[in-house]
């Protein structure tokens, strides 16, 4: 029951999206979806055709979209590298730093904030721990969807200097008048204030009170989403940490390819409904970095044939950061350049056809071809990927392309990023109490 996933940097977003209905509207019954349900949310991709976040604009081509993807997921490989090495002071945040800000949504779903309701759009990402949100009044946030406003929830409170919460956050701040915990912090051009809040957050049937996160109020420069930002990360404010007590630090996602028409993948918070039959490797730890989802990669097999990846390139590394992990928020996985230059070249080999380039991806065939399997070994276990999760096509036209990559010339990446298109169609399951990770293969497209 095991498999897999993929290289291009960017988010699974939780949208704070309520519908009474649990449809989404398009102008057709083409979105109509089924509601969220007990502690199982549903989730669309940010780019699919009944997204609230598709960009307005169109892009000219696919080539034009496929280069704009490695653009940002060049961008979430060097945040990810920087969360991987040694460093010292406070990792974990309850607000996005400028390099977590930068990303862009993959996958989204519903829920509500603040009492009445309110309907917003949250980030959901497995490799960081912040909490954000646009709040209603912010100079310089990014318009595109709702911002919350603190002043209509009568279960809104700002969170009190010198509290443990206001100790978690970087260059905290507190007003003489206000005596609330403020803060502020820059990143390139851009620089954030934001006040520390807490709410009831409602995600499907679930509710959780006093749920701390960032308000947005100042905004200078344009690297910030429109959207607020969940964390996923295991760190001391991430929802996982904060909902320990409801969800058991547990839980599951099936992505929906991002042709998909409505809600069909699912996040699962919690122990319940969890798959019983599912392969798993171990759950590996930095301590320096310990939000991220390491595992051990011990080889890739093409085909029948497993590949001569030195051993270096795979190898789990607490003090440098290097090995592998399970990233929600990029869209192709991306492999230091031994591993993928080996991978590569393989696959080539086996396909035995004339090779071009597209946007970021340097093996592409025009005309069918014959793809080989690819197949990822961990400890414990192995998952094959079905050829969608390998292949990305092109909208018009005949050209394929293997949907990985190298990490960028001149970067000095230490990381191997499973990133979500090689995740689609699987159910992923985070089991941080009991030290591991799942695959399992499920059709939720």
């Known amino acids: 029951m095991a498999t897999s996933s993929l290289p291009l940097l960017s988010f699974l977003f939780v949208t704070l999206l309520h519908t009474t209905s649990g449809t989404t509207s398009t102008g057709s019954g083409a979105c109509a979806t089924t ?8 989730i669309i991709h940010a780019f699919g055709p009944c997204s609230p976040l598709r960009p307005a604009v169109p892009f000219p081509s696919w080539a034009d979209f496929l280069t704009d993807q490695t653009e940002r997921d060049t961008t ?21 730093s400028g390099k977590q800000l930068l990303q862009i949504p993959n996958y989204i779903v519903r829920g509500r904030l603040g009492t009445p309701a309110q309907n917003l759009l949250l980030a959901f990402d497995t490799s960081n721990d912040a909490a954000w949100i646009p709040c209603n009044g912010c100079t310089g946030c990014p ?5 919350f406003n603190p002043a209509t929830s009568t279960s809104y409170h700002p969170v009190p200097c010198g509290s443990y919460q206001c100790n978690q956050v970087p260059n905290p701040t507190c007003y003489p008048r206000a005596k609330s915990c403020s803060f502020n912090f820059s990143y390139t051009a851009s620089s954030f204030e934001a ?3 807490q709410d009831s957050l409602s995600l499907a049937s679930d509710t959780v009170s006093s749920y701390t996160f960032g308000c947005l109020q100042k905004v200078v420069g344009n690297s910030i989403p429109p959207q607020g930002l969940l964390g996923l990360g295991r760190g001391p404010l991430s929802f996982l940490t904060q909902t320990k007590a409801i969800y058991g630090s547990t839980f599951s996602y099936c992505l929906p390819s991002f042709k998909s028409l409505n809600f069909s993948g699912t996040l699962r918070l919690g122990t319940n409904g969890q798959p019983k039959r599912i392969k798993t490797t171990p759950l590996l730890m930095n301590p320096h970095r310990s939000s991220l989802y390491y595992v051990n990669m011990t080889g890739i097999k093409v085909g029948r044939r497993t590949v001569a990846i030195p051993p270096s390139s795979l190898a789990f590394d607490p003090v440098t950061g290097a090995g592998t992990v399970i990233d929600s928020g990029t869209m192709f996985t991306q492999l230091v350049r031994p591993a993928y230059e080996a991978m590569r070249d393989e696959f080539r080999r086996q396909v035995k056809a004339p090779v071009t380039s597209l946007g970021g991806f340097d093996t592409c065939y025009n005309g069918p071809v014959t793809i080989p399997a690819i197949t990822l070994l961990f400890d414990g276990m192995q998952v094959t990927l079905p050829e969608d999760n390998v292949i990305i096509h092109s909208t018009y036209g ?3 392309c293997l949907a990985m990559a190298a990490a960028p010339e001149g970067m000095n990446a230490v990381l191997n990023v499973i990133a979500n298109m090689q995740q689609q169609n699987h159910r992923i399951l985070f089991d941080v109490p009991n030290s591991r990770v799942g695959f399992a293969r499920e059709l939720c497209t």
Request: charged content about 10%; glycine content about 18%; cysteine-free.
């Open 195 to 197: 006040g520390l809040g």
């Open 143 to 147: 318009g595109g969807s709702p911002w």
């Open 398 to 400: 005949t050209l394929s």
């Open 76 to 96: 979430r490989l060097l945040f990810l590298n920087s969360l991987a090495s040694t460093g010292t002071g406070k990792s974990f945040v309850p607000v996005a």
């Open 35 to 42: 509601p969220d349900t007990g502690s199982t949310l549903r």
